[in-house]
T-cell receptor, first 112, second 112 residues
Framework: DAGVIQSPRHEVTEMGQEVTLRCKPISGHNSLFWYRQTMMRGLELLIY????????DSGMPEDRFSAKMPNASFSTLKIQPSEPRDSAVYFCASSLGERSLFFGSGTQLSVL | GEDVEQSLFLSVREGDSSVINCTYT??????LYWYKQEPGAGLQLLTY?????DMKQDQRLTVLLNKKDKHLSLRIADTQTGDSAIYFC????????????FGQGTTLQVKP
């Protein structure tokens, strides 16, 4: 298996633009997680899905953030409009039940 | 609430043992985990321990769990420069949904 695949690897955009991050979880995994990592706040859970259904989005910072999982093999995290304080590394992870999480390589987002 | 605490930095000399400590507040997690993050990469599962175990050894890695004190530690024997990374401990907290709660991460610096 190729593992969790995230795209793009790097994203540089201007304030106010829409940003879409993509994730393909490991085949067969039924849970998907979006995390954000910054120096100041460490690793924060934004939202997670179980069987494609959002279970807990309490970590989503604002209404500018939205996430979807239209099927078991794809998820998106969208920021609209983006702001400089959204600059971070965004990780997607997947798991099967209450097992360990497997992480993607992350998307480094820079909002200028 | 659910919380996982780690010291932020540890520096050791090559060949010495490293001990990274972690405390957590919720004791209902079935497994507790150690993840490793190398520069520019995602988190990789390093090892885990079942909550009814006191110790687990895996080559140079030894995990100790003290459930009474809610204390988890990771010992790396014969630390190498390639072990330089950020180490995160994690546990599932009170939910059974697979969500992982991570500590802030401990940066391990190995000096030659």
């Amino acid at each position: 298996d190729a593992g969790v695949i995230q795209s793009p690897r790097h994203e540089v955009t201007e304030m106010g633009q829409e940003v879409t991050l993509r994730c393909k979880p490991i085949s067969g995994h039924n849970s998907l997680f979006w995390y954000r990592q910054t120096m100041m706040r460490g690793l924060e859970l934004l939202i997670y899905f179980n069987n494609n259904v959002p279970i807990d989005d309490s970590g989503m910072p604002e209404d500018r953030f939205s996430a979807k999982m239209p099927n078991a093999s794809f998820s998106t995290l969208k920021i609209q409009p983006s702001e400089p304080r959204d600059s971070a590394v965004y990780f997607c992870a997947s798991s099967l039940g209450e097992r360990s999480l497997f992480f993607g390589s992350g998307t480094q987002l820079s909002v200028l | 609430g659910e919380d996982v605490e780690q010291s932020l930095f540890l520096s050791v000399r090559e060949g010495d043992s490293s001990v990274i400590n972690c405390t957590y507040t919720d004791s209902s997690s079935t497994y507790l985990y150690w993840y490793k993050q190398e520069p520019g990469a995602g988190l990789q599962l390093l090892t885990y321990i079942f909550s009814n175990m006191d110790m687990k050894q895996d080559q140079r890695l030894t995990v100790l769990l003290n459930k009474k004190d809610k204390h988890l530690s990771l010992r790396i024997a014969d630390t190498q420069t390639g072990d330089s990374a950020i180490y995160f401990c994690a546990e599932h907290g009170s939910s059974n949904t697979g969500k992982l709660i991570f500590g802030q991460g401990t940066t391990l610096q190995v000096k030659p």
